[in-house]
């Protein structure tokens, strides 16, 4: 597939196997491939090229160019030829970051359920209340305005606590979330000679400390020879 734009590093194997050809080729396609076989070389070569070559050497003409000079066609497949090179070497690709594992994934979908669970049994509670309150009233030989206010008051007061509940829940959530550290301190004292103070050593030990590295390989777009 023929991608424009796209380069190719020209590593010294590449450049040889080209050379082979350069005498065999039509003029116009040898005309742009001498140009990267020419000391100084480039350090890379437009994979639109690589692919014109490929495409030429499977055509009769080029079949038998490269059967009268004793070379292989399956050294000028797209596949052999980007065999130990890479793609765009002179761009600058973005940090691979990793899909998250399917049980990090379940974790959240199940806490992200919990939150709403707690959300909406927050205002179920509030409108129970408040409901509940405004019911309750009647009894009490209220206007209709005082028992308005009066469940809405009521309403208020229960959305005040369940926000704190929530509020607390969260923050245990959170707490529970870090590294957990245990400190251990060992006080060694001891007189000195000349004054009698006294010197306190501590000494702390911490536990418990997850690290997580992202070793991201530059060479992953390195292609490897295929095993013919």
């Known amino acids: 597939m023929n991608e424009p734009g796209i380069n ?7 450049a040889e196997t080209l050379a082979k050809i350069r005498g065999i080729l ?19 070569i437009p994979h639109s090229l690589l692919d014109s070559v490929s495409r030429w050497s499977r055509t009769p003409i080029g079949t038998a160019e490269l059967s009268r000079t004793s070379l292989h066609t399956g050294d000028y497949l797209m596949v052999s030829l980007l065999a130990g090179t890479m793609s765009s070497p002179e761009r600058k690709f973005g940090t691979y970051v990793p899909p998250p594992d399917p049980e990090v994934v379940a974790a959240q979908k199940r806490e992200e359920r919990k939150q709403i669970t707690a959300l909406a049994n927050g205002v179920l509670s ?17 206007k209709h305005e005082w028992r308005v206010l009066f469940a809405f008051m009521v309403g208020i007061v229960v959305a005040i606590s369940e926000a704190v509940l929530y509020i607390i829940w969260q923050s245990r959530k959170e707490k529970a979330a870090k590294p957990k550290r245990r400190v251990t301190r060992a006080a060694a004292r001891r ?31 390195r292609r490897t020879a295929p095993s013919l």
């Open 191 to 221: 007189k000195k000679d000349d004054g009698g103070e006294d010197e306190t050593v501590s000494q702390q030990d911490e536990l418990g400390k997850d690290e997580s590295h992202a070793h991201v390989d530059d060479g992953l777009r």
């Open 26 to 44: 039509p003029k116009e396609l040898a005309a742009q491939l001498e140009a990267f076989l020419n000391e100084p070389r480039p350090p890379t």
């Open 8 to 14: 190719v590093s020209l590593e010294p194997h590449l």
């Open 126 to 142: 509030i409108g129970g209340a408040a409901f509940a309150a405004f019911w309750a009233s009647q009894h009490m030989a209220w």
